[in-house]
């Protein structure tokens, strides 16, 4: 069986053959194998490997096709035994190898191994009993060198032949590192770029986590706003049936009181006729002059003037325009919710300008919160300082869209707004809304009221603002007010044109205000 496995061997590979083809010096290899050793002649001198024969052109591969059924067969026929145990040469008794000496083509355990290395400086490799495969089917050697230029394992001999007199030939363990000194560098790169990789793709699966997250806000708010929306509707469509219902009943009443009058009308006018009718028939003349014509006349006139002015004014039916004049209302503080409630952009950062604030009141340390306090805080006297209970922002805004949320605790007196810097910081045009550089909300006893430059407008809306946000488009000239609470709800809007930068502007009275965070304002969404 060994005699068949070694004609069965490749002189190139060393192993069994596989897609055998003959050349026409009638010499054996893998086609595989032979291929690549022609193709990787420089000086494109093509010679047989085993024989050295010389060839003019590339000789043409010839597949061997009893060898290869014959290869066939071998491979099936050899036992499954990938790792066979391999034992020390030089113990009595079995004893397991730890390496293998190429020169001497012994297997050694550790005991003998220690002796071996003291002696000689040989090539040692792992367990095997394969060196017949190590070594050259041309003079029978050790395959100790590596030829860089052919890319392939030679023996002492080979690398003295005439063939590779110019060619750089290594020792195999030499060749061997430099070969493993390039695989480190590209398995260096491919470390780098696998991390980098990684990276990337911790880097994609975040945003795809901050995705599905905000989707699943998204989707819950829009779900929210959708309910809202529902139940606002509802409350729209109730509002107008109830409207419809009491204006029918109103025009109802309206006709039946004037069928009731004309019916009491058509009774007296019975009377007055069965009255004419038994003059008519009687045959005094001298009573039949007597009756008065006037009365008579003068009773059908009046129930015809009674009766015109009532017809004219119920004729025409229902007044449809309270009822369109309302679903408009309805409808449009309900989109302008919706477009409000879909504008995304962040908050601004906006801090208390300690400076300004009057004497009454007290700052927070991170200048987001501002209380009325009744002790007299013994405060710098500035120009900017505000003589009533009143503060703005640090910062300002000359463009642009912005808007900031105002948490504000159950009090009838608060005020928010925006102002110009340039206004007045005492007396009776200090107070926001007061002039025509301030622009405010405000909620008293009265109810919520808008004013500017002294001017009030009170407003249809009565329930309670616990945190309210203004919405400041300096281009376009707008400043709305809306109620933060499930959802935004429109409470104002001041259209006019901005001259000068505006600041955040607040007044406080027996009370706090706090201005939201970006942090909050998503905890709290």
Known sequence: MADLAAELTCPICLDIFKDPVTLRCGHNFCWKCIDHALDSKRS???????????????????????LSNIAEQFHSAQPDNDDPEIFC???????????????????????????????????????????????????????????????????????????????QVDPLMEASEKKKEELRKILGAMNVKTEETERKVQTLQEEIRKVQE?????????????????????????????????MKEQQLNAYNELISDLQKQNVELLKSKCHIEELCNMTDPYIVLQEKQSGVGSSCDSIEEERRPKLLHNAGGLDLHPISKTLQIGLGDIMEGL??????????????????ASHHLQMSDDLKTVTYVESHHNLPDKDERFGGDQVISTRSFSSGRHYWEVEIRDSENWGVGVC??????????????????????QRSHNGLV??????????????????????????????????????????????????????AAFMVQNNWLRIKNWEERLKSA
């Open 44 to 66: 494109r001198v093509y010679m047989c490997p085993q024989c050295r024969k010389r060839f003019k052109e590339r000789p043409a591969l010839t597949k061997n096709t009893n």
């Open 89 to 167: 040469n030089y113990c009595d008794l079995p004893s397991p190898a730890i390496k293998t000496c190429m020169q001497c083509e012994t297997s050694m355990c550790e005991r003998h191994l220690r002796s071996h290395n003291r002696s000689v400086r040989h090539t040692l490799i792992d367990p095997t009993t394969s060196l017949a495969k190590r070594r050259c089917p041309i003079h029978n050697k050790i395959l100790g060198y590596y030829c860089t230029v052919d890319g392939t394992c030679i023996c002492l001999s080979c690398a003295m032949a005439k063939e590779h007199w110019e060619h």
């Open 214 to 246: 905000k989707a699943n806000v998204v989707t819950r708010r829009v779900q929210d706003r959708f309910r809202l929306i529902v139940r606002e509707l509802q409350v729209l469509e109730e509002t107008l049936i109830r409207d419809i219902f009491q």
């Open 339 to 356: 477009n409000f409630w879909f504008y995304t952009q962040k908050p601004a950062n906006i801090y208390l300008d300690i400076n300004s």
């Open 420 to 441: 110009y810097s340039s206004m007045d910081r005492k007396g009776d045009q200090s107070r926001l809304g007061c002039n025509n550089k301030s622009w405010c909300l």
């Open 450 to 503: 808008a004013e500017h430059n002294g001017h009030s407008c009170s407003l249809p809306y009565r329930t309670f603002c616990s945190r309210v946000r203004v919405y400041l488009d300096y281009n376009n000239g707008r400043l709305s007010f809306y109620e933060v609470s499930d959802a935004v709800k429109h409470v104002y809007t001041i259209s006019t044109t901005f001259t000068e930068p505006l600041h």
